[in-house]
């Protein structure tokens, strides 16, 4: 019976650290949870910027083919003084800075698009491991109760037939030594 206690014990601590674990796997899922509605969140900002930023690319690119593009020898010809050849040299220069800088912009809004995409998907298959993980913890105590009940009925039932047949046992020794305690009296009267 104290065997039976003992393993029952030690059952006992085994399931209550594999429930600790899920306990804890379950804390990393909710986490893991948070974490992946942020990032689809920045994830819709990122391509909303995204597509912001394309659409005042198209509408540079389209302002410059409908308006033709000067180049610098037109200005050259064009201009009536140093000063405004200077000018008109600043402007371009300015202008091309600035689409340098749209086109810089839209590479890096491009870049963290598909930075925050990749990062979404490492969550997502983070969370459906740590999913995994926790079926597998949840099986595994389930089976580890399912075992621990069924010793258990097996060492009760043993427990029960090792008693009644100790109680037999009792019950023949009590009646043998009535017998005897009858041929004591027996022997003594005669």
């Known amino acids: 019976k104290n065997d ?3 393993y029952i014990e030690k059952l006992d601590k085994e399931m209550e650290s594999l429930n600790d674990e899920i306990d804890s796997l ?5 986490e893991t949870k948070v974490a992946l509605d942020k990032a689809k969140k920045d994830l819709k900002e990122a391509k909303a910027e995204e597509e912001e930023q394309y659409n005042i690319m198209k509408k540079r690119i389209q302002y410059m083919y409908e308006n033709g593009s000067t180049d610098y020898i037109e200005i050259l010809l064009k201009s009536e003084s140093i000063s405004d050849l200077l000018n008109q ?4 220069s300015k202008i091309t800075e600035f689409d340098n800088k749209l ?16 990062n979404l998907e490492d969550k ?30 097996k060492y009760e039932a043993k427990i029960d037939k090792e008693q009644a047949l100790s109680a037999e046992i009792t019950s023949q020794l009590a009646k043998q030594e009535a017998l005897i305690e009858d ?6 009267k005669r």
Do not use: S, W
């Open 183 to 188: 041929l004591l009296e027996a022997e003594r």
């Open 89 to 92: 040299v600043e402007y371009m």
């Open 26 to 30: 379950n804390e990393d899922i909710k």
């Open 103 to 118: 086109l810089d912009k839209y590479k890096k809004i491009k870049k963290d698009v598909a930075d925050k995409k990749k």
């Open 4 to 6: 039976i206690i003992k």
């Open 124 to 153: 997502v298959q983070e969370l459906n491991e740590l999913k995994e993980e926790l079926t597998y913890e949840q099986n595994t105590v389930k089976k580890l109760a399912k075992d621990k009940n069924k010793e258990l009925a």
